[in-house]
């Protein structure tokens, strides 16, 4: 089974609107953490937002918000007021367990367009 | 403080030719990783490293690709005898240890012909 999985390959959105990119993980391990990074055509990939196996609330970095659903296994990103920089790749990620250098598992991607 | 650097930017080369591609992690991080993308897809993961170690190489493609890193800090990634498939985008990251997030460096974008 995939261990990440990301079943929108694209999505589109209205500048200053909100959008969902989806994101469910398979794991067994009581402890992991889950990633977005964003990579723009530049190709960079970079950091949006962490949230823990433990964390009680969701995780929020300015206009990025992770939807954490522990039950369904499923940690969608929310980017709210969309603007047209964040047009890009979105990658949602996992590191099992708690140790340094556990693999991190990517996803395939979500390709966002904001549209003005 | 720098991120992750990594050199060269961009790499052509003829198939059956041996290539390194170089890391520079963020000052401190104990984990190094690479990761292949290949247009339009996913990361694909190859190797960790934690300090001068790699305990997981099960990513790596075939024999022709090996990696080091040396000093806990520059990593080279060789890929001998370069086939076409080869070609893609080398990612590396770093990260600090425990729960940390990995940071990205730009890139080495890889073209065989």
């Known amino acids: 089974a995939q261990k990440i999985t990301q079943t929108q390959p694209g999505m589109f959105v209205q500048e200053k609107e909100a959008v969902t990119l989806d994101c469910t993980y398979d794991?067994?391990?009581?402890?992991?953490?889950l990633f977005w990074y964003k990579q723009p055509s530049s190709g960079e990939m970079i950091f949006l937002i962490y949230?823990?196996?433990?964390?009680?609330q969701n995780a929020t970095e300015g206009r990025y918000s992770l939807n954490f659903q522990k039950a369904r296994k499923s940690a969608n990103l929310v980017i709210s007021a969309s603007q047209l920089g964040d047009s890009a790749m979105y990658f949602c990620?996992?590191?099992?367990?708690?140790?340094?250098?556990?693999?991190?598992?990517f996803g395939t991607g979500t390709s966002l367009t904001v549209i003005p | 403080g720098a991120g992750v650097s990594q050199s060269p930017s961009n790499k052509v080369t003829e198939k059956g030719k041996d290539v390194e591609l170089r890391c520079d992690p963020i000052?401190?991080?104990?984990?190094l990783y690479w990761y292949r993308q290949s247009l339009g897809q996913g990361l694909e993961f190859l190797i960790y490293?934690?300090?001068?170690?790699?305990?997981?190489k099960s990513g790596l493609p075939s024999d022709r690709f090996s990696a080091e890193r040396t000093g806990g800090s520059v990593s080279t990634l060789t890929i001998q005898r370069t086939q076409q498939e080869d070609s893609a985008v080398y990612l590396c990251?770093?990260?600090?240890?425990?729960?940390?997030?990995?940071?990205f460096g730009p890139g080495t974008r890889l073209t065989v012909l």
């Open positions: 990251a770093s990260s600090l240890g425990g729960v940390d997030t990995q940071y």
């Open positions: 794991t067994s391990d009581p402890s992991y953490g």
């Open positions: 949230q823990g196996s433990y964390d009680q």
């Open positions: 990620a996992m590191r099992e367990g708690l140790d340094t250098g556990n693999q991190f598992y």
């Open positions: 000052s401190g991080h104990t984990a």
């Open positions: 490293f934690q300090g001068n170690s790699a305990p997981d």
